[in-house]
């Protein structure tokens, strides 16, 4: 059973999430349509800067606001290239800089900043020589990583990319898995109902995608021959098209091909509408290439309750009744269900036969009133023979591997070190990893 200390705070937790649910509730009620623009965090949500230096413990981050016309925005998770398994120990890199390349170093130490070199690029994304501040040095394997694409949870009206626990959380992700990382901030509800959180994650998944075909056309640009003259005012015209466009972590490091969705608690629900519209586009995605998917305690519901709806139902952390009452903000009134598709995964025609769904790792917790649906829908997984395996936490409640208070724990550690293990199984190139 957990310990007297986090039924305190599980008590302490509820009243508090009671209160913002019925804030947001009354202020949604007087607000006569949804704001498309909507918001990514709260205003009394602790947050951890960003910080594009592996200084701190191996992991650089950088946030970029990807959409100008909502409030979209992700975070970035870069491991050090130098730390990785993966490949052979390079020199040291010089240290971060948010956008900016040094050009033609011949020696480790860093450039003194200059505001006019803040977005410039190396003419050629392929020479390390020319690329030290992110790339191994001349002559060592670069580091191509797979991407993890990470939507945090908070009932789909709190939480943020750039949370103090969602920022720990995916550093863990980013160096036990040897990934890139990229944590979703889509929009929160009431401001944005439904569908807004999902397209967020479509938009992201997009994003990458035009990312990775900007890189591969700016590096066939940068080769084209016609002259020394030619050639410079070409160089000019790539590197003016690179240095607005794409970015620079992705374009050196990332291998789209082997993506994995990771979703906790709502951001499950998210991750797994996520994987279904990958599944219907096929190759509009090039290159990304949804892999497998981990939904760690998936934020299901359904009308046919199940054993642990009626027995957890007054569980810790997030019980049923604040659960609805999140749904009912989340929900367009006009379309609020506990069998929508947004809430259950085994609603009948959501999406592609389930039989074409990528690999899917499902995480739950014991004291967690809403495991027995994401239990099912694994089941349901596993009959069509996707691999599909269900890892279940013992004494451990809703968000253990992703609550602030939790994510110490030795629960929480070995969960994160079981999802590596799953993971490196679909996202591995060497085909000799353990998994379950």
């Known amino acids: 059973m957990p310990t007297v200390g986090l039924k305190l705070y599980s008590l302490f937790f509820k009243l508090l999430l009671r209160h913002r649910l019925q804030s947001l509730s009354s202020s949604s009620s007087s607000s006569s349509s949804d704001d498309p623009f909507g918001v990514a965090s709260r205003p009394d949500e602790s947050t951890?800067?960003?910080?594009?230096?592996?200084?701190?413990?191996?992991?650089?981050?950088?946030?970029?606001?990807?959409?100008?016309?909502?409030?979209?925005?992700?975070?970035?998770?870069?491991?050090?290239?130098?730390?990785?398994?993966?490949?052979p120990p390079p020199l040291p890199p010089l240290p971060l800089r948010r956008n900016s390349f040094p050009s033609n170093h011949q020696h480790p130490a860093p450039p003194s900043p200059s505001p006019s070199r803040r977005n410039s690029f190396a003419a050629n994304l392929d020479s390390a020589a020319s690329y030290r501040g992110y790339l191994p040095a001349a002559g060592a394997r670069r580091a191509r990583l797979p991407v993890v694409i990470q939507f945090h949870g908070g009932a789909f009206v709190a939480g943020s990319c750039d949370s103090v626990a969602n920022d720990l959380f995916c550093r863990r992700i980013a160096k036990m898995c040897e990934v890139i990382v990229v944590a979703v901030g889509y929009r929160l509800a009431p401001e944005s109902r439904y569908p807004?959180?999902?397209?967020?994650?479509?938009?992201?998944?997009?994003?990458?995608?035009?990312?990775?075909?900007?890189?591969?056309?700016?590096?066939?640009?940068?080769?084209?021959?016609?002259?020394?003259?030619?050639?410079?005012?070409?160089?000019?015209?790539?590197?003016?098209?690179?240095?607005?466009?794409?970015?620079?972590?992705?374009?050196?490091?990332?291998?789209?091909?082997?993506?994995v969705l990771l979703g906790a608690s709502c951001g499950a629900n998210i991750a797994d509408f996520v994987a279904r519209k990958a599944v219907e586009a096929g190759n509009l995605l090039d290159p990304v290439k949804v892999v497998a998917q981990v939904l760690m305690y998936p934020f299901f519901m359904g009308s046919a309750p199940t054993r642990s709806e009626i027995k957890l139902a007054n569980s810790y952390f997030y019980d049923k009744t604040m659960c609805l009452l999140a749904w009912k903000l989340f929900l367009p009134e006009e379309e609020f269900s506990l069998d929508h598709p947004a809430a259950n995964p085994l609603v009948p025609g959501k999406g592609p036969p389930l039989k074409s769904m990528p690999p899917t790792l499902t995480v739950v917790?014991?004291?967690?009133?809403?495991?027995?649906?994401?239990?099912?829908?694994?089941?349901?997984?596993?009959?069509v023979n996707v691999d599909a395996p269900v890892l279940e936490y013992k004494d451990a409640v809703h968000e253990f591997a992703t609550l602030d208070i939790l994510l110490k724990t030795p629960q929480a550690l070995a969960c994160t070190e079981d999802i590596a293990i799953w993971v490196k199984k679909y996202i591995s190139t060497r085909g000799h990893e353990l998994s379950y």
């Open 48 to 87: 951890a800067a960003a910080n594009p230096s592996f200084s701190t413990d191996g992991v650089a981050t950088k946030d970029i606001h990807i959409d100008p016309l909502t409030s979209l925005s992700i975070r970035i998770f870069l491991p050090n290239p130098s730390l990785l398994s993966s490949s």
């Open 196 to 259: 807004a959180a999902f397209e967020d994650g479509v938009k992201v998944v997009n994003w990458i995608a035009k990312q990775a075909n900007l890189a591969e056309c700016r590096k066939s640009m940068g080769k084209g021959g016609g002259g020394a003259a030619a050639e410079n005012g070409h160089r000019r015209i790539v590197d003016t098209f690179g240095a607005s466009m794409v970015e620079p972590w992705l374009a050196a490091h990332a291998d789209p091909s082997r993506c």
């Open 365 to 383: 917790a014991e004291h967690d009133w809403m495991k027995d649906r994401a239990i099912a829908y694994s089941e349901a997984l596993r009959k």
